[in-house]
């Protein structure tokens, strides 16, 4: 076992699957020039000495079409793993994931694979409103496509894993503040998602999600960053009796909606914390579904806590009141007693 | 405005004094000046003048009783008015006999508004756990947010009211399936539920029922007990009728009318119209009849929802069908402004269509009447359901040549019988009455449809 931070056990998931399968390989901006960071986060630093410029591709700085050559040679036959060096930039490529990636098998009746993996960093970190954005919400909501979202360093390298063995296109969520990198590509206000990371050959299985915290009062559910949100709000609402279990789905799309459903029909009360705007967002798909499937076992409304409907501040001050804070998970937890 | 009435200072040193008796009693009317009661210290007796006309209301002190000085004894109002409780002084409140003719809160609280009193705010955990207890809703308080009654107050209550361990949250019954445990006095909760979160079905009860005895029969004897033939899960068509009959039955105040009505002209007419070549049922003259009366006689075209009776502008009938999967009731649209011949067709495609398992959703909703023959099954009368949210269904028994007397001779004529169920609670006897009679009337003389 090995203490991992989320970036170098990414590193690690994206070399084992290359030394297992030829066919991986790499795409993207910046991720193997030499004497760069590897990449703007340094997950694929040193990966092209390893596996050589051919296997590690730099691109010119064209999302859609680093994307368009992913789903080419995933098509062919391939697994790349492309790689988008902000989120934001994702929307350069949408035609490429929505109209093709994610359509290509159900339009074929499923002789055309598209088994690639896009992985982009998400999250507010004082770069402003274009570099700023958590856009998940917006491939949850594309059918075809598998969307996954690991917050710890044991949950990314081994949803990368079983992403790239995965034979249906997956984009992978990864936080900026949770990258844990060191040196110069230091994040301010980072969280260390560090932890043990086994060596040996494991797995993270696509659509399973895990309780963090177990508790009886309050569900609270949270993806990447908004999970260790709801984690320290749950430890201080404990101080006040409030015991509040914490979900981390790790995927989103498929979703555990069953690991959700049984703990709220236990506590009977929701919040879901999200770092993106409200209006359409992810939280109101979690809540419309519980509040279906488990209504007779509410005891009050489900709230959500996000981001307001505008785009993510610069000024370090706004940008602190926009991003989910624990004071108003705990606010919205006490609201619903 | 009510108007105190008050105990009037005796001197500077009392300050209390005895109210030895009322002139008036609460609800009288009481004029200004004239005596109201009277009280007494150590030294005399007073009678005190009522300080305004009106009504005397709530006494709020015995004869015999001590009250203070200056504090309010009585109210007197304008008619009509109501007086809230709390304007009394403070000293008075305690000295209140508990049936005090003020209106408690919570009944003045049914008063509000339409007579249907406020809105619960209750979540829908609370509710589940409250009903699975036949605990009275109002009866709870609310510590939840935005004033709810929430999980833990229902706790609180049944634990107070010493009940017996409380049901986990979890377990849950359905309405229908909670009404098939009572009517069979079996005790659901003692049920394994087969549902959605251990929540005991329908089908968990019908088949503890079967093996179990209902109320009031004494238990077999081992060895008695008898075996299952056959099980049929009620799904899909059967399920929405068992539900539905059920729901109509127990929500509507059914009466059922049946007349006889000579047919033979009605029978002659058919005849008629099949040597010219046109082919029409039974069902179809009696589409066609009940799309008139139904025009003079709207109330039977209506619908009672929740408190408001809506009289529909547009007359559609369903026809009620057997079909393979069940009772089907496909609906013709705007029949009174259909020819005999356009309902006769009409009528075929939608039956065709519901025997064969492909009506439209449309087809079978919408319907503002019900018809419903059973006279091939050789059956007279009978009383049909209503098919809510209709308030009214006509049955129609066989057309068969029976002896009958006109005048004073004896003939045989065709005679049908025909049965009218309808929902008391938005339609009377009387208007049900006139309906059928002109349904007979058109059945015995169809020309007159022609008027």
């Keep these: 076992m090995a203490q991992m931070s989320v970036a170098e056990a990414l590193r690690q998931a994206i070399r084992e699957e290359m030394q297992r399968d030829p066919r991986v390989f790499c795409i993207g901006e910046d991720i193997g020039v030499e004497g760069g960071w590897g990449g703007a986060f340094t997950v694929t630093l040193g990966l092209s000495d390893e596996f050589g410029h051919e296997r590690i591709l730099d691109t010119p700085i064209s999302e859609l079409g680093l994307t368009g050559v992913a789903v080419g040679a995933a098509m062919a036959g391939l697994r790349p793993i492309a790689d988008m060096q902000y989120g934001d930039f994702l929307f350069l490529a949408m035609d490429q994931l929505a109209n093709q990636a994610a359509k290509m098998a159900y339009m074929s009746g499923g002789t055309v694979k598209v088994p690639m993996v896009m992985r982009a960093p998400v999250g507010s970190t004082r770069r402003g409103a274009q570099h700023a954005q958590s856009l998940e919400a917006f491939f949850t909501h594309v059918p075809g496509l598998k969307v996954v979202a690991p917050s710890t360093a044991y949950d990314a390298k081994g949803l990368l894993k079983s992403a790239v063995r995965d034979d249906n296109p997956v984009i992978m969520f990864e936080h900026k503040l949770l990258y844990g990198s060191k040196g110069p590509r230091t994040e301010t206000g980072a969280i260390s998602a560090t932890g043990e990371v086994p060596e040996e050959e494991y797995l993270v299985p696509i659509g399973e999600g895990a309780i963090r915290r177990e508790g009886s009062d309050v569900t609270i559910v949270g993806k990447l960053l908004t999970v260790y949100r709801a984690l320290g709000a749950a430890e201080q609402l404990a101080q006040e009796g409030i015991e509040a279990e914490v979900i981390d789905p790790r995927t989103l799309v498929p979703l555990d909606r069953d690991l959700i459903l049984e703990s709220v029909r236990k506590t009977g009360r929701l919040v879901v914390v999200e770092e993106d705007n409200i209006t359409g967002g992810w939280a109101g798909d979690i809540a419309a579904m519980v509040a279906e499937e488990a209504f007779f076992w509410l005891d009050a409304p489900i709230k959500r806590v996000s981001a307001p409907d505008t785009p993510a501040p610069f000024a370090p001050v706004m940008e602190a009141y926009y991003v989910p804070s624990e004071e108003r998970v705990i606010r919205a937890v006490k609201s619903l007693f | ?451």
């Design chain 2, 1 to 451: 405005m009510a108007i105190e009435v008050l105990v009037p200072p005796l001197g500077q040193t009392v300050d209390t004094v005895t109210l030895v008796t009322w002139y008036h009693d609460e609800g009288d009317e009481v004029s200004k000046g004239s005596p109201l009661f009277a009280i007494e210290t150590d030294k005399a007796t007073l009678d005190v003048e009522a300080p305004a006309s009106g009504i005397l209301r709530q006494l709020a002190a015995q004869p015999g009783e001590e009250v203070r000085v200056l504090s309010a004894v009585a109210f007197i109002s304008e008619p009509g008015e109501t007086v809230i409780i709390s304007a009394l002084s403070p000293d008075l409140v305690e000295s209140l006999p508990s049936d005090a003719s003020s209106p408690a809160p919570a009944s003045q609280r049914e008063e509000d508004g339409d007579g249907k009193g406020r809105r619960l705010f209750i979540s829908p955990r609370a509710r589940r756990l409250a009903e699975g207890h036949n605990v009275p809703l109002t009866a709870l308080p609310a510590s939840g947010p935005e004033g709810a009654v929430v999980e833990r107050d229902v706790r609180a209550y049944l634990e107070a009211e010493g009940a017996a361990p409380v049901v986990a949250a979890g377990s849950s019954i359905t309405p229908v399936a909670r009404r098939m445990a009572e009517e069979g006095g079996l005790d659901w909760r003692r049920l394994t539920g087969s549902g959605p979160g251990g929540r005991v079905t329908r089908e968990d009860v019908r088949r503890a029922l079967e093996v179990a005895p209902s109320a009031g029969e004494t238990v077999p004897v081992a060895g008695e007990v008898n075996e299952v033939a056959e099980t049929v899960p009620l799904r899909s068509v059967r399920a929405v009728i068992a539900e539905r009959m059920a729901r109509s039955v127990t929500d509507t105040a059914r009466v059922t009318l049946t007349a006889q009505a000579d047919a033979t002209a009605l029978v002659a007419l058919r005849q008629r119209l099949a040597q010219d070549e046109v082919r029409v049922s039974y069902n179809d003259l009696f589409m066609y009849i009940l799309g008139r009366a139904l025009r003079e006689h709207p109330q039977l075209n209506a619908s009672l929802d929740e408190d408001t009776i809506k009289a529909w502008r547009r007359i559609h009938i369903g026809l009620a069908v057997d079909s393979d999967r069940g009772l089907l009731v496909p609906v013709v649209r705007d029949v009174d402004s259909k020819g005999l011949s356009q309902l006769a067709e009409e009528t075929r495609a939608v039956v065709g269509r519901a025997l064969t398992g492909k009506s439209s959703p449309d087809e079978l909703t919408g319907g503002t009447f019900t018809l419903t023959n059973l006279g091939m099954y050789g059956i007279d009368a009978f009383t049909p359901i209503i098919n809510l949210p209709e308030c009214a269904i006509l049955g129609v028994g066989r057309i068969a040549r029976q002896p009958v007397a006109i005048g004073d001779r004896v003939v045989v004529r065709h005679m049908v019988w025909l049965s009218l169920s309808f929902d008391h609670r938005l339609v009377d006897g009387g208007p049900a009455a006139y309906f059928l009679q002109r349904v007979v009337q058109l059945v015995e003389g169809p020309h007159l449809l022609m008027t």
